[in-house]
């Protein structure tokens, strides 16, 4: 007997990381971006990729 489970599309969120990082405490936060400073200026900018990404060279850089 076959299980068939039907699905939609997943929905994609745009500030998914930044909700996620919001859950974490303020030192895990500074520990995943490198530091304090770029972990506050991620959550006051709302762009942690450009957060993260700043200074990397290309081949490190997340990409969206």
Known sequence: M????EYS???LNADAD??????LKEWQRARILGSKA???QAM???DVNG????MKPER???KT
């Open 2 to 5: 076959a299980f068939f489970i």
């Open 9 to 11: 599309k997943a929905k």
């Open 60 to 62: 490190y850089k997340v």
């Open 44 to 46: 006051k900018t709302g």
């Open 18 to 23: 930044k909700e996620y990082l919001l859950g």
């Open 51 to 54: 957060v993260f990404n700043a």
């Open 38 to 40: 770029k972990a506050n």
